[in-house]
């Protein structure tokens, strides 16, 4: 059964000081890691799509890398704005159609 | 524009009425998802259609009925929910079942009394 798991359950930053977030994963056979972002109330938005070992993906403050077994979301210099719950999912093969399975989220709060 | 458009923002219903929940895309997407969202808690696949027809149910109450009526739409009939079916219901679409990211709509916040 395809697992993900997120860490820090929460993490709170002041603004400009630079972290990371953790997704591991067990799977058989990765199709593609997925990072959203979640506001209160709102949507998963999406972030990025990482395919293989040694990939990379940036957008403005936001970095994503993928391993064999996890992967990572830093985040250079904070600002308020980035506060919200990131969620990272795993894709996964199911009868021939893809489906995501999610980690729990870490919840970000950057104070000013 | 990676769009999907839900309605009503918010639902409130009794455990008694019928009701649906609607969404579109205008993306030429061909896979369309309904998940459930509890708080503070990942979303949950319910509904997979792809080119228009239901290819994965997991094993949803039958209170529940997805409905395709072309490419970009997507529905969601509710018939004598409970209490515990409240929750936030978002759709999501991609360009094929495979190898694609999905895009999510904001979510209906259904409230079950």
């Known amino acids: 059964e395809d697992q993900v798991t997120q860490s820090p359950e929460a993490l709170r930053l002041q603004e400009g000081e630079s972290s990371s977030l953790n997704c591991s994963y067990t799977?058989?056979?990765?199709?593609?890691l997925f990072w959203y972002r979640q506001d209160p109330g709102k949507g998963p938005e999406f972030l990025f799509t990482?395919?293989?070992a040694g990939e990379e993906k940036e957008k403005e403050r936001l970095k994503a890398t993928l391993t064999k077994k996890e992967s990572f979301l830093h985040i250079t210099a904070p600002k308020p704005e980035d506060s919200a719950t990131y969620l990272c999912a795993v894709q996964a093969y199911n009868s021939g159609y893809s489906t995501l399975t999610f980690g729990k989220g870490t919840m970000l709060l950057v104070s000013p | 524009d990676t769009e999907v458009t839900q309605t009503p923002k918010h639902l409130v219903m009794g455990m008694t009425n019928k009701k649906s929940l609607k969404c579109e895309q205008h993306?030429?997407?061909?896979?369309m998802y309904w998940y459930k969202q509890k708080a503070k808690k990942p979303p949950e696949l319910m509904f997979v259609y792809s080119y228009e027809k239901l290819s994965i149910n997991e094993s949803v109450p039958s209170r529940f009925s997805p409905e395709c009526p072309n490419s970009s739409l997507l529905n969601l009939h509710l018939h004598a929910l409970q209490p515990e079916d409240s929750a936030l219901y978002l759709c999501a679409s991609s360009q094929s079942g495979q190898y694609t990211e999905a895009f999510f709509g904001q979510g209906t916040r259904l409230t079950v009394v």
């Open positions: 990482l395919y293989s």
């Open positions: 799977v058989s056979g990765l199709r593609g």
């Open positions: 993306m030429g997407h061909r896979a």
